[in-house]
């Protein structure tokens, strides 16, 4: 088991909400902002900045700009950012094992005994 600072740490990065979405987007994929916000439409232009930028800060994102007329800039996933990808891969697993039927928003009832 890990120690309680890793815990921590990965908290931090993992813990954020919309980060887990912003990277699974980005998993294979490199995407424009317009792009990515279509993608995940429940966040806010300046949630998105600010989680791109903090990821960007942690080498987990990277940003791509091409110059021209208009200025493209992509969105995509580093090598840290990818290493994710397996980690994600076994959570869906877990996910699909223990809540298979589980509806998103649903209350769980545990019954003791």
Known sequence: MKSKNNL??????MGRKWNILIIGTLSGNKMRFKDLKTEISDISDRVLSQRLLEME?????KRNVYTGIPI????GLTIKGQDLEKIFSELIEWEKTYF???????????ENG
């Open 8 to 13: 921590q740490q990965i908290h931090q990065i």
């Open 57 to 61: 800060r942690m080498n987990i994102i």
């Open 72 to 75: 493209k800039i992509e969105y």
């Open 100 to 110: 298979e039927n589980y509806k998103y928003g649903e209350i769980i009832i545990v």
